[in-house]
T-cell receptor, first 109, second 115 residues
């Protein structure tokens, strides 16, 4: 499985935008980029996914670099409820989610 | 909104005892997954079912772990005997089709403590 690299932790202030980076230099042409997050004491929840084009949904936006070797999850206005571990995962031909350690996002009031 | 149900939420057992966890996926979801999450790490896939068939159990410690999904709906994960190193969160997830664009929906997990 192609690997992803994320910062261990990031900090943000409430109501400010947050940009969570992910590097995936060994991504293959058919790998999808998925983001999940895990709030404290809960199971992971799906955030967004994309292949080549930028994607938006009600939770976040996903910006994918033109060479697909990196992507950025954008939370437009962070709230305290967005404090979680965010996982960037490549899903390829085996359809598996292989979780790394993710990025722990702290949101300050 | 439909959710994945798991029980129990918490389980404390002594080593060498048997434990079992139950999962009820979202109705209509053909694919069911069991993950183990050790504190401070991301979840690790233990077993994946497509309907009632196992499609991947390469990370399941088969000497002590077993999983079944007899009617292709709910599923049970068993550990016998439990060891101290099995203390972890056990997560169940389900998805419609199990392909690379599919969304997995996770349950709240069962936190196992082995004493």
């Amino acid at each position: 499985d192609a690997k992803t690299t994320q910062p261990n932790s990031m900090e943000s202030n409430e109501e400010e935008p947050v940009h969570l980076p992910c590097n995936h230099s060994t991504i293959s042409g058919t790998d999808y980029i998925h983001w999940y997050r895990q709030l404290p004491s809960q199971g992971p929840e799906y955030v967004i996914h994309g292949l080549t084009s930028n994607v938006n949904n009600r939770m976040a936006s996903l910006a994918i670099a033109e060479d697909r070797k990196s992507s950025t999850l954008i939370l437009h206005r962070a709230t305290l409820r967005d404090a979680a571990v965010y996982y960037c995962i490549l899903v390829g031909s085996n359809y598996k989610l292989t979780f790394g350690k993710g990025t722990l996002l702290t949101v300050n009031p | 909104e439909a959710e994945v149900a798991q029980s129990p939420r918490y389980k404390i057992t002594e080593k060498s005892q048997a434990v079992a966890f139950w999962c009820d996926p979202i109705s209509g979801h053909a694919t069911l997954y069991w993950y183990r999450q050790i504190l401070g790490q991301g979840p690790e896939l233990l077993v994946q079912f497509q309907d009632e068939s196992v499609v991947d159990d390469s990370q399941l410690p088969k000497d002590r772990f077993s999983a079944e999904r007899l009617k292709g709906v709910d599923s049970t994960l068993k550990i016998q005997p439990a060891e101290l190193g099995d203390s972890a969160m056990y997560l169940c997830a389900s998805s419609l089709a199990g392909d690379r664009t599919d969304t997995q929906y996770f349950g709240p997990g069962t936190r196992l403590t082995v004493l």
